[in-house]
Each structure stands twice: as C-alpha cells, then as structure tokens.
C-alpha cells in the first residue's frame, strides 16, 4: 500500500502544482471567455475538436453548453466536430485524417463562431490544419494546448497553453478552464 500511497501523492502534488499556476493566467484566459460570451450572444457558434483525450474533452465541453452546466436555461450552441463517426471514418477514408476537422470547419463554421482546437502536445496536424481553416473563415480561434504547444498556440488568436509538460495535468487544466468558460456564459443565458 505505501507504493500506492506515494503514487497518490505524486499525481495530487503535480495536479496542485498545475492548478496553482493557472492564478497567473486570468488575463490570458479573460478574452477567451469574452469571446465565447460575444459569440454565443451573437447567434454565432462554439465548435470543439481535438484528439483522443482532446476528443473526449471537446465532446465534454460541447454537451456542457447544449445541455446545461449547473442551471436549467436555454440551450446554447456547442458543437463537437469528434463525434460524427460516418464523416469521420468517410473524410479519413477518402482524404486522410489530417484535414478530418478542417474539412467540417469549411462546411459549418461561419464568420464570428468560436473554434477551439484542443491539442495537449500542441502539434497535432489536424488541430493546427482546422485552426487554419477556421481562421480564413472568419472565427476566433482558440487553442488549449500543453506548455510547450507552440504551432497550434501560435495558429491560435487566443492560446490557453496549461501550465505542465504531463499530459494528464494539462488534460485536467483543460477541463477547468472549460468549466470556467463554459460557467461563465451560463451565468450570462440563465
């Protein structure tokens, strides 16, 4: 037991060390929420995408805005561009998989929609390729990325990039400042 004892503490001491470091990053993380708020009031959308735990993290978020976070009110617009499996496995299939979110970003994204490109390493081909795209179109662009996220942070207008080098605390950074934004515009639409 005192090998997993020294693992909790391991992981809760990294986790700690991560979330302390984001009371630095308020006005880094202010504009994203400016924009989500300015969209959203604006009829324009949010659109997620990323990769594996990214994936997961973008469908999170999307569902946090169409359903609720915390109160009953009006549903909002979240889009997760990871969980259409037929465009997925098709776009792969016939094109490959690094334009598989930028292809959707050229079919659904509009001037003034949010796009939020979730890359924990900061490299993904695909991120940075729908960061692109979404940029042409007109959208603010955000990416939440890991410290060292340089291409799709420097893709990025706005760039969360967690303060870790692990990918499991920039993952959990990830979903806090998600959880942040995604409260913030439901304080707004309650």
Partial sequence: ????????????GE?????????????????MAAAWLTALQSGKKILFFGNGGSAADAQHLA?????????NRP?????ALTTDTSILTAHSNDF?????????????????DVALGISTSGTSKNVLLALQAANHRGCVT??????KGADCAAEAKLA?????????RIQECHLLIGHLLCDFVEKAHA
């Fill in 75 to 79: 549903a909002l617009a979240g889009i």
């Fill in 160 to 168: 969360f990039k967690a303060p870790s080098a692990i990918t499991a």
């Fill in 142 to 147: 955000i990416a939440f990325t890991g410290e």
């Fill in 96 to 112: 490959g998989f690094e334009t598989v979110f930028s292809r959707q970003i050229e079919a659904l994204a509009q001037p003034g």
């Fill in 63 to 71: 569902a946090e805005l169409v359903v609720r976070y915390r109160v």
């Fill in 15 to 31: 986790h700690q060390e991560a979330i302390l470091k984001l009371n630095a990053m308020q006005d880094q993380i202010a504009p």
């Fill in 1 to 12: 037991m005192s090998d997993f004892t020294s693992l909790f503490q391991t992981h809760l």
